[in-house]
């Protein structure tokens, strides 16, 4: 069982930053990706970005691409969301997801105002 604690959302003016951390704890011996999706008021929850653990690769939504960045510390099994030029649109619950077994985390509220 993989225990997954997002944290650093909060309230930002458009054109802001912010950055979300995602801390595993458990059973993470055999992490595949970590990544992040967001769900928003009467939307879908959707994906936001993707990291493959070994190696590092990553894969974005179009949405996002050139604005978030999603990197790891392997020590700390956590991955993060940097997200810069924040738009009114990004704002949602954004989730941590983790491969093998589909763990998910609680949320944390981003919210952007213009």
């Known amino acids: 069982q993989v225990q997954l604690v997002e944290s650093g959302g909060g309230l930002v003016q458009a054109g802001g930053s912010l950055r979300l951390s995602c801390a595993a704890s458990?059973?993470?011996?055999?992490?595949?990706?970590m990544g992040w999706f967001r769900q928003a008021p009467g939307k879908e929850r959707e994906f936001v970005a993707r990291?493959?653990?070994?190696?590092?690769?990553?894969t974005y939504a179009d949405s996002v691409k050139g604005r978030f960045t999603i990197s790891r510390d392997t020590a700390k099994n956590t991955v993060y969301l940097q997200m810069n030029s924040l738009k009114p649109e990004d704002t949602a619950v954004y989730y941590c997801?983790?491969?093998?077994?589909?763990?998910w985390g609680q949320g944390t509220q981003v919210t952007v105002s213009s």
């Open positions: 997801k983790l491969m093998p077994g589909s763990s």
């Open positions: 990291l493959i653990w070994s190696g590092g690769s990553t």
């Open positions: 458990g059973r993470t011996f055999s992490i595949f990706h």
